[in-house]
């Protein structure tokens, strides 16, 4: 079904101004061009998977492992992050990606056409007003990318899992202020309790007027967010084993929840959901045998609590949740065995701990299975990961707050640059999220095609030309000559150790010989590894000479253009 | 050239482009911008350019050795001199080393030229900046970010690479067949060519396979992207046809991953002989960087590691110009070698030489002007340890030469191109005939410089043509330190003065360059 055709509302686009909709105006490819690679997965890959469960990783701790870990859990690690993790235990790792950092001040305007609130002050608790919901909606998600950008902990990760589990898509919402509430939910809940996290949402502004909640009503109940609340967000949808029937839930079941859910609107002065007796519908509702037949009699404002605690209460929630996480985190194929062996137990620990995230990601990313060789570099990164990633781990710099119009731009040309990949912050496809998060077979691989691709190498290339890109008059630029200057002289004056240490950062697993001799050649072409030494001492002895700092710095960023364009450096 | 007249001809009628033999004939001329104007500032041309890099500094010295220097020589670089005998003789003053039997075959048939002693003012002795030098070909002091190759194709071909390929131009532009693209293609925005990685990976294009990667998830992925990303090679259909099309036709190819330079120029002669329209490649080979045991430590100085690498150069084009000759297409192509520095006159205690200045370049093809520009580099006859060959052409000269002889690159347009005029010189044949040319040709008539030894003033004397004159004095070490004349002269004998009261006592170079003639005397300043 083409849930978004369905979700349109044709009456508040045609009214749109025509800034909101290229604002949100998903980037569509030139017909003819492919948006699946005629490459990827035809069926699920049978490639041999690892037997390890969920015991405690107990084997060798360094940078191997903590690259692994980092790699998967943050935007892109830098050079010192995994020095620093290499250098400290697992225990103390974890503990780090799980303190979340203090919550953000909220995004700012930066246009003179929101006349509502001077520039550097915050438009999310002003009036709504359609002239401005264009240029708020574009502060929004460039704040958002830049909340993503620099977080080092598993927070921002998932953030961005819950934005493409709970969706919504900013263009349908049509209300910066109810995406700027809705965005606040998920990080605050980002390592928190799931159940929790499904109630608030369920009543969120955001949610009630994407799916359609804010029109459900006694005598009109609207299925659409009780659908989705049980096929997408929940339980799942399971083989169907009768009419309606999809084991997990049925079509009866769609109905009742649909029935708990009636009542609730938006209100646009208060940005919240609320509650309106006269059109709840109070009966009680019955639920199937795939939830033991239980019913809900009315409860009024806090029925919907009762209705979620009820989903949560089946094994299945807690499993289709943890399949989700395993694809976020480790591979997209979960054979037999990685079911038994890890979806289950992490499920069942899960349920038990009442939905609280924390312990169960600490079991996962802890254990002997998460550290199995078999599942170190095999995950294609998203969009955001490969751009925010580039930016951090080239230590690109970044405008700072100090100038807000400057820092909003480039986050707003971060954006553009990951729309055009086809990943677009806010904004994500549909109800079900990414394709590359659920579509089976491809999964991942629906991330690279012909088309992505070169996009992405051309983003990496723009950042390594000698005057890089300049947003708002702020250079974006990749300093190959300052990286490789603030490795230790023993490092940076050896070629094939320089080498090594770009390969140890970008690279999710070694090199062969020959792709090392390759880089070598790369960087030295046709030379002696001693004239790399020659050349980087005599500029080390005179680092303001700008010839001699040109002349490494060509050489370096001819080795980083071949490196960012392996197909390696895709892999996570 | 039959072809300049038939293009001039169908110019003048204005019907173009013009096919022969099913390939648009080219421009040929000088100055032919009506022409270039008639193909909306896009010339039209089959013809190709290959650029050979000799990597790490080549001795040149050792490679086109001065017969009537010896005992500067024998002073100079007694461990690794060639032995006088060997050197095979191109003319009765000038030879090639004894490895180059291929070169001096093509030499002796027509189609190699030599230009002595390239480089450019205030030599740079390092290898990165040095290169930048010649593969952007800017002044010695300043950067410039685009290749010299890559300004003229985005001239040739604006907005590059949006919109391309098309049906006008469905071929790459330029193709680096090594690592990295050469940067000699680097245009304002993007590399105006496509590398093929390498030799191998030029026949995984064509076969569609990619390297193979371990059976594991991460194999499994690195493999999906490997594909896709030969996918996006948006020329790789175009690689396939051109290959297809044509197959390497010489015995004389060495057996594969024998000599690396020759492997290139194999894929480069097919895929000229398939129809690509590609006009400029560029190839390499390493290894020149010879600071030790250039030749061997024990037995002759004709043979070892520096023999070994002027044999390949000259296996290789050597096996390149037959192979074209055999597919016909020899005469739209020709080519130049060039390396970022010579070396050291004298050689080191290792059997080897340090970074040196100028150096030979052999441009080669059935369209070369086949004589030697320029004369024998002039030994001191004890030479110091920082002495360098002293430059008599710079190196933008042969470029902005070839760009207006080959591809009828306007005047104007080269002196956007290279930030000023250079001096033409003939390194293509405009109707000169094989074999050696009279002294008269290449020398500056009349020219000394007096008194000399100079003490404060001298005067530097000649015959002037009326053209461009360029007099310029040089240190030992290369480094340009007086600029005596740069503008055109009237026709007649010329005074100049030049004024040494400034310069440390020691041996300078006086150089001096009208058109092709160019002279050069030592010059001691007491």
Known sequence: MDRRAFLRKPASVLTAPAAALTDTAAYTDPPGQETVSRFANQTLPDVPRTNASLAPYAGTW?????????????????????AAAAGSSLTQVLNGLLTAPAAPAPPVNVSATDTSVAIGQTWTAQAFDQNFEGVRRSSLRAWWLGQLLSDSTLQAKMWLFWHNHFVIELADVGDARYGYQYAELLRSQALGNVKQLCKDVTVAPAMLRYLNGNQSTATAPNENYGRELLELFTVGKGPIIGPGNYTTYTEADVQAAARVLTGWRDNSTTIQGYYTASRHDTTTKQFSGAFQNQSIPNGGATEYQTLVDMIFGQAETARYLVRKLYRWFVYYVIDATTEQQVIQPLAAQLQQNGYNLAPVLRTLLASEHFFDAVNVGCYIKSPLEFSLGLLRQMEVAQPTSS?????????????????????????????????????????????????????????????????????????????????????PVQTSQDPNLLIRAFVDVLMPFPLTTNQLAFLNDALLPGLPDFEWTDEWTQYLAAPTNTAKKNAVATKLRALLRVMLSQAEFQLS | MKRREFIQTAAAGAVLPVLMNGFPVAAYGQDNAVLAALVNATTQTDRVLVLVQLNGGNDGLNMVIPLDQYSGLMTARPDIAIPQAQVLPMTQLTGLHPAM????????????GVVQSVGYPNPNFSHFRATDIWTSASDSNVTWTTGWAGRYLDGEFPGFPT???????????????????????????????????????????????????????????????????????????????????????????????????????????????????????????????????????????????????????????????????????????????????????????????????????????????????????????NAGVNDNVPMQFDFRSIYASILQDWFAVPTATLTALFGRTFPYVPVLRPGVLTGTVAAEDVNVPGFSVYPNPVRGRATVAFEAGGAHVQARLFDATGREVQLVVDRVLPRGPQRLPLDAAGLAAGTYYCHVQEGPRISTRLVVVE
């Open chain 1, 62 to 82: 360094g940078p191997v492992q903590a690259a692994h870990l980092l790699r998967r859990c943050v935007f892109g690690p830098t050079r010192a992050q995994l």
């Open chain 1, 403 to 487: 100038n807000v119009a400057q820092q909003y731009a480039v986050w707003d040309y971060y954006n553009g640059l990951t729309n055009l990949q086809q990943q677009y912050l806010g904004d994500p496809p549909n109800v079900a999220g990414w394709p590359a998060y659920w579509q089976t077979p491809q999964f991942n691989e629906l991330w690279i095609n012909a088309v992505t691709l070169p996009r992405r190498n051309q983003v990496s290339d723009a950042l390594l030309t000698t005057t890089g890109v300049t947003r708002s008059g702020f250079q974006l630029i990749i300093d190959p000559v300052a990286w490789a200057q603030s490795l």
């Open chain 2, 101 to 112: 039997t291929g070169l001096k075959s093509l030499y002796d048939n027509g189609s190699v």
């Open chain 2, 163 to 381: 919109g391309y390929p098309s049906t006008q131009n469905p071929d790459p532009l330029a193709i680096t067949v090594g690592s990295v693209v050469s940067n000699c293609v680097q245009g304002p925005t993007v590399n105006m060519g496509m590398a093929i990685a390498s030799t191998s990976s030029f026949y995984q294009l064509l076969t569609g396979t990619v390297d193979t990667a371990p059976n594991t998830p991460a194999g499994h992925e690195l493999t999906f992207i490997r594909q896709v990303v030969q996918q996006t090679q948006v020329y790789t259909a175009a690689l396939q046809r051109a290959a297809r099309a044509a197959t390497n036709l010489s015995p004389l190819w060495p057996t594969a991953g024998q000599n690396s330079l020759a492997d290139q120029l194999k894929i480069v002669a097919q895929l000229i002989a398939g129809g690509l329209q590609t006009r400029i490649y560029c190839v390499s080979l390493g290894g020149f960087d010879t600071h030790a045991l250039q030749v061997p430590a024990t037995g002759s100085t004709a043979t070892g590691t520096h023999a070994t690498l002027l044999g390949r150069v000259s296996q290789a084009i050597e096996a390149f110009q037959d192979d074209l000759r055999r597919l016909g297409v020899q005469d739209r192509v020709v080519g130049m070698t060039f390396s970022e520095f010579g070396r050291r006159i004298k050689a080191n205690s290792g059997k080897g030489t340090d970074h040196g200045a100028a150096a030979p370049l052999f441009v080669f093809g059935t369209s070369v002007n086949p004589r030697i520009h320029g004369q024998n580099v002039q030994v001191p006859l």
